[in-house]
């Protein structure tokens, strides 16, 4: 397994050095399951995530919030009972329901809790991620159940409009389709065993391991699609629906620690995906977080030409710097 970087030195007459000749670092790494290749810009490059109000945009979106307990049963849609029994699926205070916007042919919404309109990243505990993660594995096995061909399952987030949410009230998205999204596709033709490489590299190297939770080892990704990426393998599951309850209850655990650590670097919205390869004996389970910068309308968006258009992930954060993070929390639990 080998971590590919190439190291370049950019240089410039510097006129906020009176012209002197200046030589940035830029490095390009690429990604050792699938090549994509990311560019490391030096740290500072970027503008940091803006703070920002979190109980007032709270406010300003809680009257008419259709995920509010006062709206929640009225306002969001049922699953046919073919499908799910009682319409919706609940676990501990989390409730899943289908996503009005269909996003895939199976698309669900669930909140972690009708009573939390406002969900700090350091306020999602271990027990509301893992109940709202139990609630999006009961809606997988329930689709596959009913529809087998929409097998490519997946859950996913989008916390605050930062990261593409267009519903305040803090939420996970689940998604089953028959066709699987490019990266699934992409992923699911690596090798299941290159992924285990991969896996003990991380451990060998050390420097981008931000803990452990047991049988899950969390990592910041060497090439990272965007800020902080940060990955967990599930090897005994190859798909969502196959989690078992302790590792749910574990994921949940790491998640929560994932997203203090994001809280500790100054993000508050992030974008997570969780999916594995149905069918492909010992394919793992991926789980992939992103940190997303919250921005002001005049200032940059954290997704520019590079992330869109040319598929490649430009960040001034280093994976290393990530992982120190992760670990200060990992070491807490
Ligand atoms: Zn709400």
Redo the contacts with the bound molecule.
């Keep these: 397994m080998d971590f590919r970087r190439e190291q370049l030195h950019v240089e410039i007459l510097d006129p906020r050095r009176r012209f002197e000749r200046s030589r940035a670092l830029l490095e390009i790494r690429f990604d050792p399951l699938t090549g994509q290749s990311v560019r490391i810009l030096p740290s500072g490059s970027f503008s940091p995530p803006a703070a920002f109000d979190l109980e007032r945009m709270a406010a300003e979106t809680?009257a008419g919030?259709p995920?509010?307990s006062e709206r929640v049963e009225s306002d969001t849609p049922r699953f046919p009972p073919e499908v799910v029994g009682e319409g919706r699926i609940r676990r501990g205070e989390a409730l899943l329901f289908p996503n009005l916007v269909g996003y895939a042919k199976w698309s669900a919404v669930s909140i972690y809790s009708a009573e939390r309109?406002v969900l700090p990243l350091e306020a999602i505990t271990p027990a509301l991620m893992a109940d709202n993660l139990a609630a999006q594995v009961a809606f997988g096995r329930a689709v596959v159940s009913y529809d087998a061909a929409s097998k490519w399952i997946s859950f996913n987030a989008n916390q605050l409009p930062a990261s593409g949410s267009s519903i305040f009230?803090p939420h996970l998205q689940g998604t089953a389709n028959p066709f699987p999204t490019t990266m699934q596709r992409l992923l699911a033709q690596v090798e299941p065993q290159r992924f285990r490489d991969y896996l003990a590299a991380e451990r060998d190297a050390g420097e981008r391991l931000l803990g452990s939770t047991g049988s899950i080892d969390w990592f910041a990704a060497f090439a990272p699609l965007g800020p902080a990426e940060v990955r967990a393998f599930v090897l005994d599951a190859s798909s969502t629906d196959e989690l078992a309850d302790d590792v749910v209850a574990e994921l949940g655990r790491g998640l929560s620690l994932v997203l203090r650590a994001y809280a500790d670097l100054g993000y508050q919205s992030f974008n997570l995906a969780a999916f594995g390869a149905p069918g492909i004996p010992g394919f793992p389970l991926n789980v992939r977080l992103v940190a997303r910068g919250y921005y002001g309308p005049l200032q940059r968006s954290d997704a520019m030409w590079s992330e869109r258009l040319h598929w490649e992930g430009a960040v001034d954060l280093a994976p290393e710097t990530v992982a120190e993070a992760g670990r200060k929390r990992f070491a807490d639990q």
């Design positions: 809680r919030c995920f509010c309109h009230h």
